[in-house]
């Protein structure tokens, strides 16, 4: 038959004198022994549980922040990422103040942090994927005119040219009046 550890509840051998994943002695324990081990951190499960709660909103906060970093190239991207980073670091911020030992504060800082450069250079970064499209657009426009424009006189060119060599001397000059160029 098998026992079971009094402190962190891990299965043993009967012959076993400590437990294999605390340390605790096993069989009959005085006070001061129980003590001891409470001091050292052999508390029982439950208690361990609830010294290691966490701050999700602040997890999220830095996660999300560092992520919209990362994202900086991209338009749009990093400012939402920024305002989700922002508004989860001030949560988590404020839910730390009202948990023991201000659990997760260091995280929602860095959220907070991260998510607000993230959302200036994001917003900057936008502009200037505007400003290129808006520039490119227009170059486009320009090359496209100047194409149609070059195509035209081309076009005039060659029927200027076969038309002189069809008419008399005197009527070019009606021509090249008519052309305008």
């Known amino acids: 038959m098998s026992k079971v550890c009094n402190f962190c509840g891990n299965v043993l051998n009967d012959d076993d004198k400590f437990c294999t994943k605390c340390g605790a002695v096993m069989g009959e324990q ?9 001091q050292a951190g052999y508390n029982n499960q439950a ?29 749009i991207v990093p400012v939402v990422l920024g305002i989700l980073g922002l508004v ?4 988590g911020l404020n839910k730390s103040n009202t948990m023991p030992q201000n659990t997760g504060k ?25 400003i290129a499209f808006a520039v490119a657009a227009d170059v ?37 009046d008519d052309y305008k160029f």
């Open 30 to 38: 005085s006070a001061n022994q129980q003590n001891v081990n409470a």
């Open 47 to 75: 208690n361990y549980s609830a010294n290691s709660a966490s701050n999700g909103t602040a997890v999220a906060a830095m996660i999300v922040g560092i992520i919209g970093l990362i994202c900086f190239w991209a338009p």
């Open 88 to 91: 989860f670091g001030i949560k």
């Open 106 to 130: 260091g995280m929602s800082i860095a959220g907070i942090v991260c998510g607000s450069i993230a959302m200036i250079i994001g917003i900057i970064y936008t502009i200037i994927w505007v």
């Open 140 to 176: 486009a426009d320009e090359y496209d005119n100047s194409m149609r424009t070059y195509n035209k006189y081309k076009s005039y060119d060659f029927d200027l040219y076969s038309t002189v060599q069809t008419i008399d001397q005197d009527d070019v000059k009606t021509i090249l």
